[in-house]
């Protein structure tokens, strides 16, 4: 994993999981166990679900710089056949709270999100590969002849 790479996964999973904490107490306080269970699911769910695609893109980054977008998107269709799954496994579960669950995975979504954006906007990374650009390549006004 790239060392900006690694910095992302820090940048997000580290304010989610200590939102993912606030409303497992939240949750706690206003449903009881089957709320702080439902809370602490959704938690774990969104944490391993945006990780595995940092790691997945990450992972294709190095193989082939065109092996990016097809690792965002098979690994968000993963995720997404996954949840389905998921959701048609439990859908009658009562051992947890499912608006706790549910309110959970919204919020720690958002705070992900978001703690990301910040971590990208923070990083110094070039978005010019200046090893590409050659003497030959490059052309000033006065090079070009009429």
Known sequence: ??????RM??????????AGAIAIVAAALL???????????????VLVFFS???VAVSYASRVSPQLMFAAAVF???GK??????????????TAWN?????????????????????????????????ASTSDQNVHTPADRSP
Do not use: C, N
């Open 52 to 54: 595995v695609s940092v």
């Open 31 to 45: 449903a009881g166990a089957k709320g702080a269970f439902g809370a602490g699911l959704g938690t774990v769910t």
């Open 9 to 18: 996964l820090r940048g997000a999973a580290i304010p989610s999981a200590l």
């Open 1 to 6: 994993m790239h060392t900006s790479d690694a």
């Open 98 to 130: 499912p608006r706790a669950f549910a309110f959970t995975v919204v919020g720690v979504t958002i705070v992900w999100l978001g703690a990301e954006i910040r971590t990208t906007l923070k990083a110094k990374q070039l978005y010019v590969d200046p």
């Open 75 to 77: 690994s968000y269709i």
């Open 80 to 93: 997404l056949l996954v949840m389905l799954a998921l959701v048609a496994a439990f859908s009658d579960a």
